[in-house]
């Protein structure tokens, strides 16, 4: 099964190879991971998307809780959170199939960010529903590179 | 939700707050080990620690110690710590200096031991850049610490070693690591002094609620057969006297296990001695049931007689040595398990009521409710069960036919027999002429499983030994550590010959800082344990277990009376039974560091034994 865990970690030294060391120290995968400071300097969330099942699960949040720099971790249930990715994908166009991509991306309130003449930059933000179909339609045109942020989550309340 | 804490301070140590005179890097580690009551540091120098050792011959407070091997250095840090509680202090430089303590922070870190391992650094500008002696150390021990630091300002240093102290020696204790980049311990600070401790992503006491506790005394007054099953936690929060008193209030007998060894006394009624692999067959039997002995693991089980309806699980982590297959461990039994660690809870075994909390507290609040209503139930059944379990498969060795056919008897016994010892005698007989008040350490094998059958241990701290890791060569430095903050108690190695050999150099370090540690080693050429294992599921095929001169098998080799002598340690060697009780004698009555070699054979097995990932249906006893 698939879990979004949401941490609050001390900013300093080594922090993100701690957290990233847990997980390959006892075999959890991360499917994605995204790191940035919060309005604190001093902390930054961390929003890791992982697989496992409910035992996994429970000793991870548990792993992550013990690292001293670990403020706080949040294991969120489905309904419970907001969740934002954000994508930027460089798509093959050509004369014929360019007005059909940015009629694609103007559907999908994405933004085309860049236009050069043989591709265009899109980016799109959105929850994982949203921005897989997208991407999805896209692959029929040629997806020549891609980068994504990695799910953000945020709890309701 | 943010925390402060406040140390207390530790005796003399002058722990004034607020700005210092003008020091070097070097010299501000140095004043704040002392702020934490550092007494003793075993450090071994090279370039990128010796400006913390030029510091360091100003201390008048600190005692370091040379060893000869950083990882001698490093076990005798842990040595001092599990015997006392208070953190170890052991320091290496750079590269091949820090990497050789891994092994012994690896140890604290599976047996939750203060350690604070220093360590030199390179200067920051060659960091990364391959320097000489350059190792990523704080990278290298991330899977083995509790917590590290790379030092990047020196100004950090006062906050940081307060921390690290008091990490490494809270909630549940464990290793840290202070890694000190070379440019730094040279660079000259006013050092602003601090006792506080800001750690707002860490809870180190952890208190149960009394509904929790109420269940627990619930849950034994509805018990039939109930079992303590306790570990090192109850040593670790020196709650030892809190448990004698519970288990004398309830009548609960108690198993432990062998980080828990102590813990209780063993020559108490009550007491089951310790379970697990090589644990007593009685103490697997009540937590777990007795079953009809089966010759073929294919047999179907056949039960003769329930264990355990109530496990209390206080201060443990089900082990796998401990559990056998997990989930036929206890497995019709309801599990309570207290621990300070909320990880510990389902990691290996499930159990109906888990509780986050410090075993001293939950212990102490669990008697004030037993003292105002206490346990009616006097569990008679239950102790005539186990009286009878005691009496059926009491810990036991003999003579074997496959000793007495062994090379030993028939290279160095002709004609004297029945003079062989067999390496248990040696324990029981040390037992009875220390009168079981000796701290006892171990390597790693048989000899280890042998020292904690039949030395019975009555005080917490009392058998110290790498469980966990099980990390040979743990023995003799381990002992060092413990005679210096003991120097008044008598400290004995028991160890292998194979576990001796790993750091044998540490008799340089006793002899010339007149430690008194005292080694017994119970020497079978051989890998017992490996060979054990061998002789049970290989069909005896020797795989680069035998540790003697295949070209002279005679000879007993090395010679460790002759290589203790050129370390100008006493030393000697016993081969018969009759020399045995003097040859212990004279070493006990030694007041210097002493190695007594005493040479057993090799084809003992140690017993009881339930083969890893088995059940107590296949007890070998």
Redesign the interface.
């Known amino acids: 099964m698939r879990h979004t865990i949401s941490v609050l970690v001390e900013n300093k030294f080594g922090v993100l190879t701690r957290v990233a060391a847990l997980f390959s120290g006892r075999g959890y995968n991360i499917d994605s991971l995204n790191v940035a400071p919060t309005h604190d300097p001093k902390t930054s969330k961390m929003t890791i998307v992982t697989r496992g099942d409910d035992a996994t699960l429970e000793q991870i949040v548990k792993q992550l809780n013990k690292l001293i720099d670990v403020i706080e971790v949040k294991d969120f249930r489905d309904g419970e959170y907001i969740d934002r990715e954000l994508v930027m994908v460089k798509v093959a166009v050509n004369s014929k199939t360019r007005a059909e991509v940015m009629q694609v991306t103007d559907i999908f309130r994405a933004k085309i960010v860049d236009v050069q003449p043989k591709s265009l930059t899109i980016e799109v933000t959105g929850s994982e529903g949203k921005v897989e179909k997208f991407l999805d339609l896209m692959v029929g045109f040629g997806i020549l590179e891609l980068t994504r942020t990695g799910k953000a989550a945020l709890p309701r309340n | ?1 943010s925390k402060i804490k406040t140390i207390k301070k530790r005796k003399t140590v002058s722990a004034k707050a607020g700005l210092g005179r003008p020091m070097l890097g070097s010299e501000i580690l140095v004043e704040a080990l002392e702020r934490e009551g550092v007494e003793v540091i075993f450090a071994y120098p090279g370039g990128a620690s010796m400006e913390l050792h030029q510091a360091l011959t100003k201390s008048k407070q600190i005692r370091v110690i040379l060893p000869r091997h950083e990882q001698g250095g490093s076990f005798a840090a842990e040595g001092y710590a599990r015997a006392t509680g208070k953190a170890g202090v052991c320091m290496a430089t750079s590269g091949p200096g820090a990497t050789n303590l891994v092994t012994a922070i690896a140890d604290a870190y599976m047996d939750s031991v203060p350690l604070i391992a220093v360590t030199g650094q390179v200067p920051q500008a060659m960091i990364g850049k391959g320097g000489f002696q350059e190792t990523d150390f ?2 290298m021990t ?2 083995v610490v ?3 630091y ?1 030092i ?1 300002d020196t100004n950090d240093i006062p906050r940081i070693v307060k921390e690290a102290f008091f ?1 490494a020696q809270s909630g549940r204790p464990g290793p840290v690591v202070i890694d000190f980049p070379k440019n730094l311990q040279q660079q000259r600070v006013q050092p602003v002094w601090t006792n506080e401790i800001k ?4 809870e180190s006491s952890p208190k149960a609620d009394d509904v929790a506790l109420n269940e627990i005394i619930g849950l034994i007054e509805k018990a039939e057969r109930p079992v303590l099953y306790v570990g090192g936690g109850i040593i670790t929060a020196n709650a030892s006297d809190e448990l004698r008193r519970f288990a004398k209030a309830t009548q609960i007998p108690v198993t432990t296990t062998l980080m828990g060894i102590g813990s209780f006394p063993e020559t108490h009624p009550l007491s089951l001695r310790w379970l697990g692999m090589h644990g007593t067959a009685y103490a697997n039997w009540a937590v777990s049931g007795e079953y009809k002995h089966r010759a073929n693991t294919n047999d179907p089980i056949e039960k003769v007689a329930d264990g355990a309806d109530l496990l209390l699980a206080f201060g443990v982590r089900f082990d796998d040595r401990v559990t056998g297959k997990v989930e036929k461990f206890c497995e019709t039994g309801t599990i309570v398990h207290i621990d300070i ?3 510990e ?3 290996n075994r499930f159990v109906q009521l888990p509780i986050i909390s410090d075993i001293k507290y939950a212990l102490n609040r669990l008697n004030g409710m037993i003292a105002k209503r206490p346990i009616a139930k006097k569990f008679s059944t239950w102790h005539a069960q186990i009286a009878k379990w005691k009496a059926k498969a009491p810990l036991r060795y003999s003579v074997s036919e496959e000793a007495s056919r062994s090379q030993h008897i028939t290279e160095h016994m002709v004609g004297k027999e029945n003079e062989v010892i067999l390496p248990q005698m040696v324990i029981e007989m040390l037992y009875e002429l220390t009168q079981g008040e000796a701290i006892i350490t171990t390597g790693v094998g048989q000899h280890q499983m042998w020292a904690g059958q039949w030395y019975k241990f009555s005080h917490p701290r009392q058998f110290i030994t790498s469980a966990g890791l099980g990390a040979m060569g743990f023995g003799y430095p381990s002992a060092l550590g413990i005679k210096v903050a003991h120097p008044d108690k008598e400290v004995i190695d028991i160890d292998g010959d194979g576990s001796f050999l790993m750091n044998v150099q540490e008799l340089a370090t006793a002899h010339i800082e007149k430690i008194a540690a005292k080694a017994i080693i119970l020497n079978n050429q051989h890998l017992g344990m490996v060979v054990q294992w061998e002789d049970r599921f290989y069909a005896g095929n020797r795989g680069h277990t035998y540790l003697g001169d295949p070209e002279n098998m005679k000879q007993i080799y090395p010679d460790y009376v002759a290589m203790s002598k050129s370390f100008g340690v006493k030393s000697e060697r016993v081969f018969f039974r009759k020399d045995l009780r003097a040859a212990l004698q004279r070493m006990l009555d030694t007041n210097e560091p002493y190695v007594l070699d005493v040479v057993t054979p090799y084809t003992e097995h140690v017993l009881p034994f339930i083969p890893a990932g088995r059940t107590v249906a296949d007890i070998i006893y």
């Open positions: 939700m704080f990278g991330l899977p509790k917590h590290s790379l990047t990490v750690l707002r992503g860490y660690d909320p990880s809870h389902n990691k």
